[in-house]
């Protein structure tokens, strides 16, 4: 599919995601990358507790960082979701 804006706001709706909103502090959530899998721990607010992949590799799990939301490999990035099938996640800073 071409990365126009209409195909990603086409597909923007017929996700199979998690959704920040549907979850509450101590949810858990696993996140399987084409690289890496991640453990996921909802903190209060916009705060998470992530462990492995990058973070392992880093030696900086568990890290309590933010998820800024799931980019489709560019720019345009869906922010109320924490994970998405096909999208890259992409953790705060």
């Given amino acids: 599919m071409d990365r ?12 199979k995601e998690v959704r920040k909103e549907e979850l ?3 949810d858990w959530v696993v996140v399987t990358t084409r690289n890496s899998t991640y ?19 880093e030696g900086l799990s568990p890290l309590k960082t933010t998820i800024t939301g799931c980019t489709w490999g560019g720019s345009a990035i869906k922010l109320d979701i924490v994970a998405a099938c ?8």
């Fill in 24 to 26: 509450d502090s101590g």
């Fill in 39 to 57: 453990s996921i721990r909802v903190l209060e607010g916009d705060c998470y507790s992530i462990s492995g992949g990058w973070f392992d590799h």
């Fill in 86 to 93: 096909g999208l890259h996640l992409e953790f705060g800073n």
């Fill in 4 to 15: 126009t804006l209409a195909n990603i706001t086409q597909q923007a709706g017929r996700l």
